[in-house]
């Protein structure tokens, strides 16, 4: 038995936790809005309840109180008053009910000791309520002036009758009340239509109620009553016990009538709490509910679905917001993996196909030799097929290199921006090289600077005039900087006529955007304009960074507007077999994007006047000092309160 006792107790905890998965699992399955309601109306139904009872046993003391309060200061009017009373039997104004027990030895006609009850109620049909009280004086268990509850017993009278005597004995009534006839009816005295001490008397024969008695006043008898006892003294001398009651049938019908009220009053405010509830539930699952449909067409690949937004005070609303930011973020990540996933595809692509045709040309030559070294003239064709050998893998090594700059610039390595440059230096060599590659070509050095906004049709713009050239030092890797350089003007050469002319512009201006947030800017006019945008507030409130701005401009055949933004990717060329014939590998703008984003700097190509192509190149300086921008923030609030916009007002 001992050792089957632990497996009982653990037999008992598993049946237990069994019920209660049982249970937690039925539960789980019920709607939240099904918990909800259940829950509102659980504790509408509780405080209905509560409230209900706590006023029934308010009312309920209260009204027994005011009864003992009635009996306790109205007791000795009512015995001194008892043949006034008594002629009122059917009366409003006796409602009281008034017995005496004499302990001083007075007895009835039948020798017991005598009970006079002057003052007995009577309702419908003769039918009489007579509470239960102690017998022969008996007083154990009850405390005089301190009122009781009794129970009562439902009496009818069925006779009465009118007697007279001149004996002292008989001047009390001399039937007890619990003594049966010769009919076996109970009897008793009603009450002394005299004073005690009187002659005549009044006696009254009751028996159980008849079949056909008024249900109503049977069932008013049968309530309590409450009972207040007390001593009855004659010359100094206790004679009798006096018990003075009124029926509780009053404060029970109200009682009753409230209670019935308190349910009926409950039960519209439980169905219409339960009504609400269900509205105001069902209306705030609304949203959550539109957040499970938009998560399914999400999770069924639409990603551009969003939640319907909501106040932001509310939980459903600030969740909304918080998945609707989401949402953007993975749409996003999702569409850059994809551009990543398709850019990588196409680079690949690219890569073979661009290593391919050199590979392809050395693999063609070299068979081309092995056929032909038995002919004649054998020896000048080998060197015209190493010649050819040569061309492609010098393309194929300049292919790899580029390659490998891309990765190691993608990687963040090859490059160190801690450096100093001297920018104007780099640009000089830059049109030195352009005046050697094409010494025929026109070439102009301009300063560039910020033309503000007349209107609205002439927007903020960056103007070319002639002028010398700032000397601008930048933080940056000089190496990588020359090479975009080199690879624009590369460009130029390569693309455009040798007659047409070039204009390289330079120069220094604030703008209020940060390096990091320019440089992940795309490749666009669009962000050109939104450079320009920040160049303007950066010169009217002298905030923000110091950039230097480098501006290629070539007036050749240009590039399409649907065209431009692929200048930048990898392995484009606008004409694939002039690039080749011209030695171009489709890498070097890639190359370039990738240095000066690595220098939170921003390029891209738009559009020249006229036509042609024009490179902007924009690399942060350094950040303006705070006190700068605070005096001139504070010259600019001087301006501001000497004249007004309409014609030179001064301001107050």
């Known amino acids: 038995m001992p050792a089957s006792a632990p497996e009982a107790v653990a037999r008992m905890k598993e049946h237990h936790n069994r019920k209660k998965n049982m249970f937690f699992g039925h539960f789980d399955r019920i709607s939240l809005s099904s918990k909800l309601v259940a829950c509102t109306i659980a504790v509408l139904l509780i ?30 009017m009512v015995f001194e008053n008892i043949v006034t009373l008594a002629k009122n039997d059917n009366a409003g104004p006796n409602s009281y009910f008034l017995q005496i027990q004499y302990t001083d030895g007075t007895l009835d006609n039948e020798g017991n000791p005598l009970v006079v009850t002057p003052l007995m109620p009577q309702l419908q049909d003769g039918i009489v309520s007579v509470p239960v009280l102690p017998t022969d004086g008996d007083t154990s268990g009850i405390t005089f002036g301190q009122p009781f509850t009794t129970q009562a017993v439902v009496k009818q009278v069925v006779q009465v009758q009118n007697n007279s005597s001149d004996s002292n004995n008989t001047t009390k009534p001399q039937t007890d009340p619990n003594t049966q006839d010769d009919a076996g ?51 100094g001398k206790e004679r009798a016990v006096v018990y003075i009651g009124l029926s509780l049938s009053d404060q029970i019908d109200i009682v009753s009538t409230l209670s019935r009220y308190c349910v009926v009053v409950g039960i519209a405010v439980v169905l219409l709490g339960g009504s609400l509830a269900t509205l105001i539930i069902q209306h705030t699952m609304t949203p959550l509910k539109r957040m499970e449909k938009t998560a399914a067409k999400i999770a069924a690949g639409d990603l551009s ?44 692509s690219d890569a073979s196909h661009e290593l391919r045709t050199p590979l392809a040309a050395i693999h063609g030559y070299a068979e081309l030799y092995k056929m032909q070294r038995d002919m004649p003239g054998a020896l000048d064709r080998a060197d015209e097929s190493i010649e050819h050998i040569e061309r492609s893998s010098q393309r194929m090594t300049v292919l790899v290199e580029d390659l490998l700059s891309l990765a190691r610039l993608d990687e963040g390595r090859g490059i160190d921006v801690t450096g100093t440059v001297k920018l104007s230096s780099l640009v000089t060599d830059a049109v030195d090289d352009l005046h050697a590659l094409d010494p025929y070509r026109a070439i102009g ?154 220098h939170h700097g921003f390029i ?48 107050s």
């Open 305 to 348: 679905q969003r939640i319907p937004s909501a106040p932001e005070n509310t939980e459903v609303g600030s969740l909304a917001a918080s998945l609707n930011t989401m949402l953007t973020r993975i749409e996003l990540s999702f569409h850059e993996q994809e551009e990543t996933t398709d850019k990588m595809k196409r680079f690949v």
């Open 604 to 651: 891209c190509a738009t559009a020249t006047d006229g036509g042609g192509l024009t490179f902007t190149v924009v690399l942060p300086i350094e950040q303006m000092p705070a006190a700068q921008s605070a005096q001139t923030a504070g010259k600019t609030k001087e301006a501001k309160q000497k004249s007004s916009w309409f014609g030179g007002e001064r301001k």
């Open 445 to 598: 050095r301009m300063l560039i600077g910020l033309e503000p906004a007349r209107d609205l049709n002439h927007p903020a713009s960056l103007s070319l005039t002639e002028g010398d050239w700032p000397t601008i030092t930048l933080p940056g890797d000089a190496s990588r900087l020359r090479q975009v350089v080199t690879n624009i003007v590369g460009n130029i050469h390569r693309y455009t006529p040798i007659d047409s002319s070039a204009e390289i512009a330079l120069g220094v201006m604030p703008a209020a955007i940060d390096p990091k947030q320019l440089s992940g800017l795309p490749a666009t006019d669009a962000s050109m304009r939104r450079f320009v945008e920040a160049a303007e507030v950066g010169a009217s409130m002298s905030t923000g960074y110091r950039y230097a701005v480098l501006r290629f401009v070539d007036h050749g055949p240009g590039v399409p507007d649907e065209s431009r933004p692929k200048i930048f990717e990898r392995f484009y060329t606008a004409d694939p077999s002039r690039a080749r014939e011209k030695g171009g590998t489709g890498l070097g703008m890639a190359i370039a994007q990738s240095v000066v984003k690595a």
């Open 47 to 76: 405080g209905v309840s509560v409230i209900s009872f706590s006023i029934r046993a308010l009312v309920s003391n209260y009204m027994l109180s005011k009864t003992d309060n009635q009996l306790k200061s109205q007791s000795q």
């Open 185 to 235: 009816n109970d009897a008793g005295n009603s009450g002394s239509k005299n004073a005690p001490n009187s002659s005549n008397s009044v006696t009254t024969i009751l028996s159980n109620p008849s079949s056909n008695a008024n249900h109503a006043a049977v069932s008013t008898a049968r309530s309590p009553w409450r009972i207040l006892p007390m001593t009855f003294t004659e010359n």
